[in-house]
């Protein structure tokens, strides 16, 4: 069982920048791909960026490549997701999610899904 659990959400304005964290509590943290998705109201779960075992690979959705950038510490089991130069369209509520297979962008294929964290980005 892996308890995955997101914080540094928050308010900020367009062209600002947050840094989400996802800290887990798995034994074997380095055996799980690991993956943020994004949901705003409305709209299914969408997939932003993922991360594999050691953080040798990194893989983006097209809208946020060259923005957010994906990073994974594994002596502190943690995952985070840097997010700058930040749209209002990049509003909605961040999952971090963790497969035992990596980079992949299917939200079926991830088994455990922290609580989210809500991220607002004002025009």
């Known amino acids: 069982q892996v308890q995955l659990v997101e914080s540094g959400g928050g308010l900020v304005q367009a062209g600002g920048s947050l840094r989400l964290s996802c800290a887990a509590s798995?034994?074997?943290?380095?055996?799980?791909?690991l993956a943020w998705f994004r949901q705003a109201p409305g709209k299914e779960r969408e997939f932003v960026a993922a991360?594999?075992?050691?953080?040798?690979?990194?893989y983006y959705a097209d809208s946020v490549k060259g923005r957010f950038t994906i990073s994974r510490d594994n002596a502190k089991n943690t995952v985070y997701l840097q997010m700058n130069s930040l749209k209002p369209e990049d509003t909605a509520v961040y999952y971090c999610?963790?497969?035992?297979?990596?980079?992949?962008?299917?939200?079926?294929?991830?088994?455990?899904w922290g609580q989210g964290t809500q991220v607002t980005v004002s025009s």
């Open positions: 999610a963790a497969a035992t297979v990596p980079l992949v962008t299917a939200p079926s294929e991830y088994d455990y």
């Open positions: 798995a034994r074997t943290f380095n055996s799980y791909g």
């Open positions: 991360i594999s075992f050691r953080g040798y690979s990194t």
